[in-house]
């Protein structure tokens, strides 16, 4: 089962990514009304430290990134730019010590938002670092520093097997951020993308894919009917580079 796969199987108890829930407590809803294909109490045993982290995901989408991580060769990396405090980051190094994970934020964004997403008032770093400090093994690193400068002055050779870019959602970032990852990308490695149910990470997100045509298969598509669902957030893409 590839990752794309994985997203496809996950199901959902009492609601869709298109219908809200009607019943049951919103702490359930990500944790016990969803149902991984694989492994399912596994992932829920393994990755129960996430329910500390304030986030802007789910537990679907962290129990697909701890798989797509852990499917990875060893010589390949996961790369998370946008961190926050950790929940994407974490949800891949957890249960992967022998994974290269690596981590980029310069904490720059004051999250604010309309929506009910329970934010927390208070500076992301110390607490991402605290709970880096508690999971990381020797081959997980953390780069302060804006995706541009990580990718100029860092990144160098090393293959990305796994890519999340979850930073600055604006179209000419979100394409940046994939161009920038683009010859790092490891063929058959695996982009995700969130924020798809916003105009700017989609169309950034099309216009990509047009401009690598057959480089890249879209393998995994799914908007939410609302921001902060409990199936894969505010929507999700996957894609996949060829060999
Ligand atoms: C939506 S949050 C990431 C959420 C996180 N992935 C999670 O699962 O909870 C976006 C993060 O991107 C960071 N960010 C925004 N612009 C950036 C940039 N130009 N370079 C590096 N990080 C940036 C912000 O500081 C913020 O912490």
Same mark, same amino acid.
């Given at each position: 089962?590839?990752?794309?796969?994985?997203?496809?199987?996950?199901?959902?108890? &009492?609601?869709?990514?298109?219908?809200?829930?009607?019943?049951?407590?919103?702490?359930?809803?990500?944790?016990?009304?969803?149902?991984?294909?694989? #492994?399912?109490? &596994?992932?829920?045993?393994?990755?129960?430290?996430l329910q500390a982290i304030p986030k802007l995901s789910t537990f679907a989408m962290a129990a697909l990134i701890n798989f797509a991580v852990r499917q990875m060769p060893s010589q390949q990396c996961f790369l998370n730019i946008g961190t926050w405090y950790g929940?994407?980051?974490?949800?891949g190094i957890i249960g992967n010590p022998t994974k290269i994970c690596i981590g980029v934020d310069n904490f720059s964004?004051?999250?604010?938002?309309?929506?009910?997403?329970?934010?927390?008032?208070?500076?992301?770093?110390? #607490?991402?670092?605290?709970?880096?400090?508690?999971?990381?093994?020797?081959? #997980?690193?953390?780069?302060k520093l804006e995706f541009r400068d990580y990718f100029e002055l860092f990144h160098?050779?090393?293959?990305?097997?796994?890519?999340?870019?979850?930073?600055?959602?604006?179209?000419?970032?979100?394409?940046?951020?994939?161009?920038?990852a683009h010859p790092c990308l490891a063929p058959g490695a695996w982009i995700l993308v969130d924020d798809i149910n916003e105009e700017g990470p989609y169309r950034a997100t099309l216009d990509f894919l047009q401009d690598h045509r057959n480089q890249y298969t879209l393998a995994f598509e799914q908007k939410t009917c609302c921001n902060g669902h409990p199936s894969?957030?505010? &929507?999700?893409?996957?894609l996949q580079k060829q060999c």
């Open positions: 089962m590839n990752p794309a796969e994985f997203a496809r199987a996950i199901q959902f108890q &009492g609601f869709s990514p298109v219908t809200l829930p009607s019943q049951g407590e919103p702490e359930h809803w990500e944790w016990q009304d969803t149902f991984l294909p694989e #492994h399912d109490s &596994g992932f829920k045993t393994l990755l129960a430290p929940y994407s980051f974490l949800a964004n004051d999250i604010v938002s309309t929506l009910n997403l329970r934010l927390p008032p208070s500076d992301p770093e110390p #607490h991402f670092r605290a709970w880096f400090d508690q999971q990381r093994s020797p081959m #997980h690193a953390f780069f160098q050779n090393m293959p990305i097997g796994v890519y999340f870019y979850d930073a600055d959602h604006a179209y000419a970032a979100q394409y940046e951020g994939l161009a920038l894969f957030w505010n &929507g999700l893409m996957l």
